[in-house]
Each structure stands twice: as structure tokens, then as C-alpha cells.
């Protein structure tokens, strides 16, 4: 076999890990609303799944970067890629394990211990994946293979909240059902989980992926940079807190997204995953979109590539549903929306401050309108945020690390450590959506604050890195 065809095997492998992801975080938005119900929870209570599991990140990120202090090199150089990614997916796998205690006692406490747990085992397949998929071929074509990697992601994020709303609610569909049935229906989609887990453990340590990182020699320049750490690169610290804010509205839009339509549609529980479905199908459908423009296209290929790529996306959504027995006619309006994402990627002309900019604010309309509005027209407006949401890692990242030299691992290290936002704004928003304070529907407003200081960042980052000699035209995107 040849080596080009190794890799792509290896590749194809790893990508594994990427469903794995998606699959998992979009799913905690199938168990938000179960648990409240049926463990009587407040809503800022039922925020903590999010909560345990994206702060396992940072704490991932935090042990990782304690524990190679320690032992005085880098864990990954020292055991290698493949026991890295084996060693997660057992973390992750021990963390399912949880679901069968709590499921037979109800603990909500050892729910998200669970998802913790498992959100740890995350955080180091993430630091493994992530530069694995890059090293894994073409230096020139590694942001187009974490753009395959994000698709993969986001299939993972549309077809997990239908399965595992399935097998909760499959079979106690009729005359409503009992709560212990559906808190006992929980352990089984997360140990089935938990042993494939395991699977692809045992696989990677036998695989042929490589073990050892591809370390390269720093140039005289970059030792010779005047800055003696990441931090003191104000592009970082402000796309620190753009990170913080962006993962937190996409995860807060989404996990509060089924208490609203309990609360203005009366939607019941076990219709919700379509819904969940399609915020998490909208980033897949702008990411397959804006990643077309890392493709060399003749010019009338490329608009008929822009206008077909978000619509076959957006038909993979619609498929999925009407295979899970969902009627899908209420969803074909959302074309309107998605046509307002190709107008967005066109204008971006794929420069990240500008795409930031622009799709900012088509996140804080898209809030405005739902916020301002009832019925179907609301709930349209909040799942389209996650078309707006869909490119902004790549474009906070890129901007974040440009200019680093050498610090650019570092200050990469820290900007994943952000993810945690998912976990603080999810609660802060379920916090304000009390009936005492904002209420389910203005508590977007945070989502609002989130998308203008993403706003004021792409306007803000452009001058700081022209400041540097940096042109930030000439930065290309990469891909979460």
C-alpha cells in the first residue's frame, strides 16, 4: 500500500473521534429537557449538563498542561499519538460507566459527573485529533482535512439528538410515560456508547497510526521574537474571550432552545429532536459551505458550488428525518435562511475579520427577530444562529494565533482552554430564563452581548494585527 493511501486510511480512522464529539455535545440538549422534567430541576439547573461538560475541557486542557510541567516534556511526545487518542477514549468510556448508577437511582449528580468524565476524555482526543488530522498528508491541504473532520463533526451533531431521542423515547410514546422509565432509558444509548468507546480504543492501539509528533526547529527569528509569552499578544487575549463568548452562545441557543418551545409552542418533550437536529445540521451546512472555497473552482462552477452545497446539507438533515419517521414539511422554510447564509459567505470573500463581522450580525438579527416574534417564525430565527455560529472557530482562531512565531502552540493550548464557555453562558442564560427574572425568551439577550463582542473583535483585531505588520487579508481560515 502506498503511503498516500496509508494516510488516508489513518485519516479516515481518526475521524472517528470527530463523530464521537459531535455526537455527545448535541445530544446533552435531548437530556437537558429530560432531566428538568422528570427530576424537577429549575432551568438554571438543567444548564449544569452543559456546564460539566464543556468545563471538563478547560480542566482537560488545565491537567494536560500541569502534568507535562511536571514530568518536564510534553504527554503527547511522550507516549505517542495513538496511546494519546486510546488513553482518552478510555477516560470518556469510564465516564458512560456512571450512567448505570444514576440511571438506577435518578442522580442527577451522577449524570453530569458522567458527562464530565467523559468531556475530560474529550479534551485529550481533542488535543491528539486536532494536529493529527494536519500531520496525517499534504501540509498545504491540512486545513481542507479539518474541514472533512469538521463535516464529519457535524454529522455526529445532527443524527446523535435523533437516536438517542429514540431510544428514550421509542417506546413510552403514547399515554405520556413514567419517570422512571425515561431517567432508566438514558444508560442504555450511553453504555452502547461507552463500549464503542472502547472499540475504537483497542483499534487506535494497534492501528498504524504514527507514534511519534513531528517536531519542527523554531527559525532564528522566531527565537529572537520580543515577546516572551502568548499573552502578551493582545490578538489572543481578546480571541481568549471571542472564543469564550462564541462557544457559549452556540451552546446556550441550542440547550435552552427546547424550554422555550415547551414554554411558547408546547411543544412536548419527545417532538424536540428534530428541532435540536436542525440547529446542530445548520452548522454543518455553513461549514460544508465556506470550506468550498478551499477548492480551486472555475469561476460558474464556484456560484453553482455555493448555491447546491448548503441545500445538499441541508437535504442530509431533511433525509435523516424522514428516516426517523418525522414529518419533514415544516422544516422546508429554512431555505429562506440558509439563502441568507450564502449571501453572508459571499460577501465574507473568505477573509476572516470580515465573515466575523458580517455573520456577528446576522447572529444578532437572528436573536432580534426571535426574541420580537412568535410561533414557528421565533423558533426558525434561534436554530438559524447555528448558521451564523458555523464558521466563526476558524475565523477567531486564525486571527487569534496570527503573528505568535513561536508561541503559536501556546497560545493554541489556550484558546481550546476557552471552550468552557459553552459550560458558563448555557447556565448563565438558563439562570436569567427564570420566570422571576428575564424569562425563557428575553434571557437571550446574553446571546445578543455574546455576537457584539464578536462584532467588536473582527473590527477591533484587524488593527491590532495591521499594527504588527500583519495583513489580515492574507490569513486563510482554517476549521474547528
Known amino acids: 500500500m502506498s503511503q498516500s493511501a496509508t494516510q488516508r486510511s489513518q485519516l479516515f480512522s481518526i475521524l472517528i473521534v470527530f463523530f464521537f464529539w459531535g455526537f455527545v455535545a448535541a445530544s446533552n440538549d435531548i437530556l437537558i429537557p429530560v432531566f428538568k422534567e422528570k427530576l424537577n430541576l429549575e432551568q438554571w439547573q438543567s444548564q449544569m449538563v452543559s456546564f460539566a461538560f464543556y468545563v471538563a475541557y478547560t480542566i482537560g486542557s488545565i491537567l494536560y498542561f500541569l502534568i507535562s510541567r511536571i514530568l518536564g516534556t510534553d504527554i503527547i511526545n511522550k507516549i505517542g499519538y495513538k496511546n494519546g487518542l486510546s488513553l482518552?477514549?478510555?477516560?470518556?468510556?469510564?465516564?458512560?460507566?456512571?450512567?448505570?448508577?444514576?440511571?438506577?437511582?435518578?442522580?442527577?449528580?451522577?449524570?453530569?459527573?458522567?458527562?464530565?468524565?467523559?468531556?475530560?476524555?474529550?479534551?485529550?482526543?481533542?488535543?491528539?485529533?486536532?494536529?493529527?488530522?494536519?500531520?496525517?498528508?499534504?501540509?498545504?491541504k491540512g486545513s481542507q482535512r479539518l474541514s472533512l473532520a469538521g463535516a464529519i463533526n457535524n454529522?455526529?451533531?445532527?443524527?446523535?439528538?435523533?437516536?438517542?431521542?429514540?431510544?428514550?423515547?421509542?417506546?413510552?410514546?403514547a399515554e405520556g410515560y413514567k419517570a422512571e422509565a425515561s431517567i432508566d432509558s438514558v444508560k442504555i444509548p450511553y453504555l452502547i456508547l461507552g463500549a464503542a468507546f472502547l472499540a475504537v480504543a483497542i483499534a487506535f492501539k494497534?492501528?498504524?497510526?504514527?507514534?511519534?509528533?513531528?517536531?519542527e526547529e523554531e527559525s532564528v527569528a522566531e527565537k529572537a521574537t520580543s515577546r516572551k509569552s502568548a499573552l502578551a499578544y493582545p490578538q489572543l487575549v481578546l480571541g481568549m474571550i471571542a472564543i469564550f463568548v462564541y462557544v457559549g452562545v452556540e451552546v446556550s441557543t441550542a440547550s435552552n432552545l427546547p424550554e422555550y418551545m415547551r414554554q411558547y409552542l408546547n411543544t412536548p418533550t419527545d417532538q424536540l429532536a428534530p428541532f435540536v437536529s436542525l440547529f446542530w445540521a445548520s452548522l454543518m451546512i455553513g461549514r460544508w459551505t465556506s470550506s468550498m472555497d478551499a477548492f480551486e473552482w472555475k469561476a460558474n462552477h464556484k456560484t453553482l458550488v455555493r448555491l447546491l452545497t448548503p441545500y445538499l446539507a441541508f437535504g442530509f438533515?431533511?433525509?435523516?428525518?424522514?428516516?426517523?419517521?418525522?414529518?419533514?414539511?415544516?422544516?422546508?422554510?429554512?431555505?429562506?435562511?440558509?439563502?441568507?447564509?450564502?449571501?453572508?459567505?459571499?460577501?465574507?470573500?473568505?477573509?476572516?475579520?470580515?465573515?466575523?463581522?458580517i455573520f456577528s450580525a446576522l447572529g444578532i438579527l437572528s436573536l432580534l427577530v426571535g426574541m420580537n416574534t412568535t410561533g414557528m417564525t421565533s423558533v426558525f430565527a434561534f436554530i438559524s444562529v447555528g448558521l451564523f455560529c458555523s464558521t466563526l472557530w476558524p475565523c477567531i482562531f486564525t486571527l487569534a494565533i496570527g503573528g505568535l512565531k513561536s508561541h503559536t502552540n501556546q497560545g493554541s493550548s489556550f484558546l481550546i482552554m476557552m471552550i468552557m464557555g459553552g459550560?458558563?453562558?448555557?447556565?448563565?442564560?438558563?439562570?436569567?430564563?427564570?420566570?422571576?427574572?428575564?424569562?425563557?425568551?428575553?434571557?437571550?439577550?446574553?446571546?445578543?452581548?455574546?455576537?457584539?463582542?464578536?462584532a467588536f473583535y473582527a473590527i477591533r483585531v484587524k488593527s491590532i494585527l495591521k499594527e504588527q505588520g500583519i495583513d489580515e487579508d492574507a490569513i486563510t481560515s482554517g476549521s474547528h
Open 88 to 140: 482518552g477514549l478510555v477516560v470518556s468510556a469510564l465516564g458512560t460507566l456512571l450512567f448505570y448508577p444514576a440511571a438506577e437511582t435518578a442522580s442527577f449528580g451522577l449524570m453530569i459527573s458522567g458527562l464530565f468524565i467523559v468531556g475530560l476524555g474529550f479534551s485529550l482526543q481533542q488535543t491528539v485529533a486536532n494536529p493529527l488530522v494536519i500531520l496525517l498528508g499534504h501540509p498545504q
Open 155 to 173: 454529522v455526529g451533531t445532527t443524527i446523535g439528538p435523533l437516536l438517542v431521542s429514540f431510544a428514550i423515547f421509542g417506546s413510552i410514546y
Open 206 to 215: 494497534f492501528s498504524s497510526i504514527p507514534d511519534q509528533t513531528i517536531v
Open 317 to 357: 438533515f431533511l433525509g435523516v428525518n424522514l428516516i426517523a419517521g418525522h414529518d419533514i414539511t415544516p422544516f422546508y422554510i429554512y431555505g429562506i435562511a440558509i439563502l441568507v447564509l450564502i449571501v453572508g459567505n459571499i460577501l465574507s470573500k473568505g477573509r476572516p475579520a470580515r465573515q466575523l463581522l
Open 423 to 454: 459550560g458558563f453562558v448555557s447556565l448563565l442564560q438558563g439562570y436569567l430564563a427564570s420566570d422571576s427574572l428575564l424569562g425563557i425568551k428575553l434571557s437571550y439577550v446574553v446571546g445578543v452581548a455574546c455576537f457584539v463582542y464578536l
